[in-house]
């Protein structure tokens, strides 16, 4: 991917973010999993955070994205888990509790992509995604 560029600023920042739901439940498999997959999409298109290489497993979410410098990133995560838990509640009530609307755990991971190159992190995602998948064909 080139450096993007704003004004007189040029820049490639590039973040790898792993995050659970609360207490790490296996929830996401199935609808579940395709519509947990599609929200973080369409919440990253409108923050102008191009996705990398991203897998939904069914116990946390692994994201390699390139976030916009005008954007930090736990302005970005708490945009990402707050809309996209309301947006997931509103189309699987059956997760939610009547009182409670919490979806994610209140932390994250996040480390910055330049130690290690994008390739080893994409091929770190997909083995994620693969196991992830194995495991929700067993549980079936």
Known sequence: MDDQS??????????????IPKYRRKVMYGKVRTDVREIIKTLCRYKK??????AVCVDHV???VSIPL????????GYLKGKSALMIF????????????????????VST??????ATIRNYIKEQEE???KESRSLK
């Open 70 to 77: 005008k954007i930090a990133i736990s302005e970005f995560m």
């Open 131 to 133: 196991e992830s998948y």
């Open 62 to 64: 692994h994201l390699c």
């Open 6 to 19: 704003i004004s007189h600023t040029r820049w490639k920042c590039q973040y790898h973010i792993v995050f």
């Open 90 to 109: 509103d189309k699987h009530p059956e997760l939610g509790n009547k009182f409670k609307r919490d979806f994610w755990a209140r932390g994250y991971y």
């Open 113 to 118: 992509i330049g130690n290690v190159d994008e």
């Open 49 to 54: 955070v191009e996705i990398i290489e991203g």
